[in-house]
């Protein structure tokens, strides 16, 4: 028997005689007249003692037992706590392992190859899967910098979702909520405005959808002073460089008649004001005269009376100097008719988006809003018939908001370095010299600050790592919004490399049909408004853009709830992306489709928020459903 053995015997640890020492002290047969022999019985020890020792023994004995079982299950229980530690180590190191041979696969766009885990996992993998892997695989080296690594698993993601199915509320947004709502700005049982007071002249600046913005604005505040409106003008702007006026982009003649029974519109001033030096009367109004988003008192005590005494006021800028709350009812009515009805494209903007349209779709049925974007464009297109009978093709637009303004206005850091820093800031002093002074003078935000507070706009790597988060296939038609994205091609390389099928006008249209638009910037936007509003879903990169915010209240306004949208929230999309280094793909993709799901809820407009972005509210939509009136 081992030593080991002998100190775990509970007689031993009392320091009592065990059986074996008994029989070795027994000197033999008891003698006659004598008690047994018994180490109980020494020294001629009496009975009382013997039963006390015996007590005393079973006692020690069963405590000695209990110490030893459980310093036994100590032990065992010790045992089994790093047999589980050491299988989940490795179980983490193993997926650890196989995830950077992924990423390691995919860039070198040879999945299938390398390794043992890429050797293995290629079997029982369709060779049309494996083949789009190394397709996927390459152009990646386009995506190094701070989302190379997503950009790889955002590949094998698109590979491996060949053949699954797609989100189910893909395409979708919540239709019995939002079909409840329904257009009904085209109502008006009021006296129609007079005018008599004078003339509004308005000429607005910036892009064309500003521009919209401030016609919609001016009709309203014509309504409220009693002025007769003379059809809007355009500023020329250094950053548009478009010389379009409202007669290139819009339906003159449809515009005065549509709101003939709320306003009188003309097409100029009476020849007799049409001489006045207006600046020396004092009746031209700039953006710095009006607080942005006056409310309609101050037009009635500071601008009514200039109106009366010079019988022609001129609004010169008017970027978004009217509130949307207070506002009377039919002043707010009369905003939404503008926007939804009266703006009716002219027909060259509309035969040419219709062949867009056309060949997004790929067929020759007309979508849900395309007889109000194109008029009778969306009938003529049913005469080719090559197309009819060819499927359905869902697309998507994209509205990328990228342009080199945007990103200097930002005042955000987009990866260049250097290089991309000085070319920033010399455009800044060109084109936004008060915000170089500002920055000279005030400290800012750190762009670090700007991207965590989700104050910048989203990259083209951004938008798309959302996009295949999202679920949208490989194959998805995209049709990119936005004209000359900051930095050119090479920025789209991975976009294009992950979405094939990515088009802009450009693509769409042959050398002949652009040609009429050519340095006509407003004319062009027109078309990508038109596209974006009419595609089966539109996602946005800038909610803050006038294009997404116009696109989506359009898409709201005559959707009857089949139009979805996708709104990102840049700070929840900021603080995922900051994550890039570490984060699994699935983590990603589940907070991706989370903080989207959470934008696609049904709301009514929320007070002095934009009509034309939020357009459910009693005085632009009526709501069908007894329940929420």
């Known amino acids: ?36 022999h018994s180490p109980f019985f020494r020294d001629g020890g009496s009975l009382p003692y013997l039963l006390i020792k015996s007590e005393t023994f079973r006692r020690l004995k069963k405590r000695a037992g209990r110490a030893w079982y459980q310093r036994r299950r100590v032990k065992v229980i010790a045992a089994v706590i790093v047999v589980l530690g050491c299988f989940f180590l490795v179980d983490w190191l193993m997926l650890l392992r196989l995830q950077d041979q992924e990423i390691e696969d995919i860039n070198f766009g040879d999945i299938g190859v390398i390794g043992n885990y890429s050797m293995s996992s290629s079997m029982g993998v369709p060779s049309s899967i494996q083949a789009e892997r190394k397709i996927l695989g390459k152009n990646m ?142 009746s031209v109004v700039t953006d710095a005269d009006i607080p942005k988003e006056s409310k309609p008192k101050f037009y009635l005590k500071h601008i009514l009376p200039i109106l009366i005494r010079n019988r022609v006021v001129h ?9 949307f709350d207070p506002i009377p009812f039919h002043i707010q009515r009369l905003r939404c008719a503008c926007n939804f009805h009266a703006l009716r494209f002219i027909p060259k903007i509309q035969e040419t988006a219709a062949f867009l349209l056309q060949r997004m779709r790929r067929n020759a049925h007309p979508g849900p809003l395309d007889s109000y974007l194109v008029g009778p464009y969306a009938e003529t297109i049913l005469k080719d018939k090559k197309t009819r009978t060819m499927k359905n093709s869902k697309f998507l637009s994209l509205h990328l908001r990228f342009e080199i303004d945007m990103v200097a206005h930002s005042l955000c850091n987009f990866g260049g370095g250097e290089e991309e820093r000085r070319e920033l800031e010399a455009y800044r002093e060109i084109h936004f010299p008060a915000l170089v002074q500002l920055k000279q003078a005030t400290r800012l935000p750190s762009p670090e600050a ?26 998805t038609r995209i049709f990119i919004a936005g004209a000359n994205i900051y930095g050119g091609s090479s920025r789209l390389a991975t976009l294009n490399s992950l979405y094939p099928n990515l088009v802009t006008k450009e693509n769409l249209l042959s050398a002949t049909e652009l040609e009429p638009f050519r340095n006509f910037s407003s004319q062009l936007a027109a078309l990508d408004f038109i596209v974006c509003t009419a595609s089966d879903a539109f996602a946005m990169t800038d909610s803050g853009s006038q294009l997404s915010s116009l696109v989506s209240g359009y898409r709201i306004y005559y959707g009857g709830g089949k139009m979805p949208t996708i709104r990102p929230n840049k700070r929840r999309l900021a603080a995922i992306y900051a994550k890039n280094t570490t984060i699994e793909w699935r983590v990603f993709e589940q907070r991706v489709r989370k903080a989207i799901r959470q934008t696609k809820h049904v709301q009514t407009r929320p007070v002095a928020r934009s009509v034309y972005r939020y357009p459910r509210c009693k005085e632009c939509m009526c709501n069908s459903d007894p329940f929420t009136n």
């Open 315 to 323: 609004f010169l800028g008017f970027g978004n100097r009217l509130a």
């Open 450 to 475: 700007l991207r965590s507070e989700g104050l910048c706009p989203l990259t083209p790597e951004e938008a798309v790592l959302m996009l295949v988060a999202l679920g949208f296939r490989r194959k």
């Open 1 to 36: 028997m081992g030593s080991a053995q002998l100190k775990s015997n509970p007689m031993d640890i009392l320091g009592l005689p065990s059986e074996h020492d008994q029989l070795l002290e027994s000197p033999g047969p008891a003698q006659p007249g004598s008690l047994p």
């Open 141 to 282: 080296e386009q995506g190094k910098g701070v989302y190379s690594r997503m950009l790889a698993l955002a590949a094998h993601a698109l590979a491996e979702g060949h053949n699954k199915p797609e989100p189910k509320d893909l395409w979708q947004e919540p239709f019995f909520l939002a079909s409840a709502w329904k257009p009904c700005s085209n109502r008006s049982n009021w006296i129609m405005s007079s005018g008599s007071n004078g003339y509004i002249m308005i000429t607005a600046n910036g892009g064309i959808n500003q521009q919209r913005v401030a016609v919609c604005n001016g009709v309203a505040v014509a309504r409220l002073l009693n002025a007769t409106l003379v059809i809007p003008k355009f500023l020329y702007s250094s950053v548009w460089r478009d010389s379009s006026q409202f007669s290139d982009i819009y339906q003159e003649q449809y515009f005065i008649d549509y709101l003939a029974p709320d306003i009188h519109i003309v097409k100029d001033l009476p020849e007799e004001l049409r001489s006045l030096d207006l600046e020396a009367m004092g």
